[in-house]
């Protein structure tokens, strides 16, 4: 290997710019990186992984600046590539295939493909980057239709540890795209391109809002437990509970067909408590994301700092779970809290748990539950907080997702993909078996025997 020398858009600490590189959506994982490399092609990340290899340096990749833990997409005085200058995209219109660079935002490209009658998956927030969310897994609310966004994934072109670029796919590297369809990001290689299988996209579809007071948490999530799970897959929704001083209490979703059978699936739900808001309405399918992800500033950055766990529920809640629930929203302490339900099934339930390297196929929803807080004070309270859920629920719930890490899980390999960790930690040996790209909670190579 020669003398490496950095290339792109290259940025140093103490150089114009470098306050704003270092701003992430959570302000929680702040840090001071000695350089961020924005990266305008695969030749010049594979000049930064050499350059960090020459001069002994931890390095991260970041794409859309949402990870949501500590020292994950960047390191203090490490180098950062940054791909999110890279946002090219290339449709396929009559294979239905998206080539994608990695640093395109999710809500960008969704909405472009929704425009040219596509529909991919997308998550619940617009300025999340393509290139982390892929690696996770990414499911939204059509992903009970289409599968997650990493079910999707068909190929990517990649830059190994050694800074060779390789593209894989199921001719070659095969292994490799199967650890990255939910092995997390960062792991085997940084990520410079996507192929992904697309949709035809309906022309109208039907979204739904649906508010109540937030006393009525507890009657709500029972009556969206019992039935969002087992709707129809066209129907996929989320919902969302604040804490009592915010008061938020919501199911929102889209539903791929009509109003009028809408209105019949979502009777359930309707019937419940006293609605302070209903809304119902078909829509162009465009106009359908638009209302789902609204935009928002990218690269996007919260006011707060906020700290995030999550679960999966592979049986009904009984009281218990509801009760630490509502306990914790009632209690919050900090600037907000919140709990967040995805409904699952449907074509994300009928892949098989070792096809991809995502793991949890059978659960009935997914959970999340944040706190925030904008005192540097309040820290320390608010992250006990979100860990003393996560303890209390771990009678009800299994494993946790691994794009909404949690530095706290200890068993993590088991907890984020199951059986398939033995798998990926065969994948990491033969790609990067000298472990040159390791973070919290990344996945180990097997020891050299």
Not at 11 to 21: H, L, R, S, V
Not at 73 to 85: F, H, L, P, T
Not at 191 to 204: D, G, I, L, Q, S
Request: aromatic residues 12%.
């Amino acid at each position: 290997m020669g003398y490496a020398r950095l290339t792109g858009r290259v940025i140093f600490k103490g150089d114009p710019g470098y306050a704003e590189a270092i701003k992430n959506w959570n302000p929680y994982v702040d840090t001071y990186p000695l350089v961020f490399v924005f990266a305008q092609n695969s030749r010049d990340v594979s000049n930064g992984i050499k350059w960090a290899r020459q001069h002994n340096v931890p390095i991260r990749v970041r794409s859309g600046r949402h990870a949501l833990d500590k020292n994950l997409n960047v390191v203090k005085g490490g180098i950062v590539i940054d791909v999110s200058d890279m946002q090219k995209v290339h449709l396929d219109k009559e294979n239905a295939i998206a080539t994608v660079q990695t640093g395109i935002h999710v809500g960008p490209l969704v909405k472009g493909l929704a425009r040219q009658g596509f529909m991919a998956p997308f998550g619940d927030s617009p300025t999340v980057g393509i290139g982390g969310i892929t690696m996770g897994g990414g499911f939204g609310v059509v992903s009970r239709s289409i599968g997650l966004v990493s079910d999707n994934l068909m190929g990517l072109k990649t830059v190994d540890a050694q800074g060779r670029i390789i593209r894989a796919n199921h001719c070659r590297h095969e292994d490799l795209l199967w650890a990255s369809r939910g092995g997390g990001g960062g792991n085997f290689g940084y990520n410079t391109e996507y192929t992904f299988k697309v949709h035809r996209a309906p022309k109208t579809a039907t979204v739904f809002n649906i508010i109540w007071p937030w006393e009525q948490l507890e009657i709500v999530f029972k009556a969206w437990q019992r039935w969002a799970p087992f709707v129809d897959e066209r129907l996929g929704c989320y919902l969302e509970a604040a804490s009592k001083i915010n008061g938020l209490l919501h199911v929102e979703g889209i539903f791929l067909g009509s109003k009028s059978e809408a209105i019949k699936l979502l009777e359930p739900l309707i019937s419940v408590g006293t609605p302070i808001q209903t809304v119902i309405e078909s829509v162009p399918y465009p106009d359908a994301i638009d209302f789902l992800d609204p935009d928002e500033p990218i690269p996007g950055r919260s006011d707060q700092s906020v700290k995030f766990s999550s679960a999966w529920a592979c049986h009904l809640w009984p009281d218990e779970p509801i009760k630490v629930m509502k306990k914790f929203l009632e209690e919050a302490t900090g600037t907000e809290a919140n709990f967040f339900f995805f409904n699952w099934g449907g074509k994300l339930s009928r892949v098989p748990k070792n096809a991809t390297a995502f793991y949890w196929r059978d659960p009935l929803f997914y959970t999340e539950w944040t706190s925030s807080w904008t005192d540097k004070a309040d820290e320390a309270r608010n992250v006990a907080s979100v860990e003393a859920v996560r303890r209390m629920l771990n009678p009800y719930t299994k494993g946790s997702y691994v794009n909404v890490p949690d530095e706290f899980i200890r068993n993590y390999g088991k907890e984020y993909w199951g059986s398939n960790f033995k798998r990926l930690r065969e994948v990491k040996t033969k790609y990067d078996p000298e472990n040159f790209f390791h973070f919290p909670q990344s996945i180990p190579p097997f020891p050299n025997c």
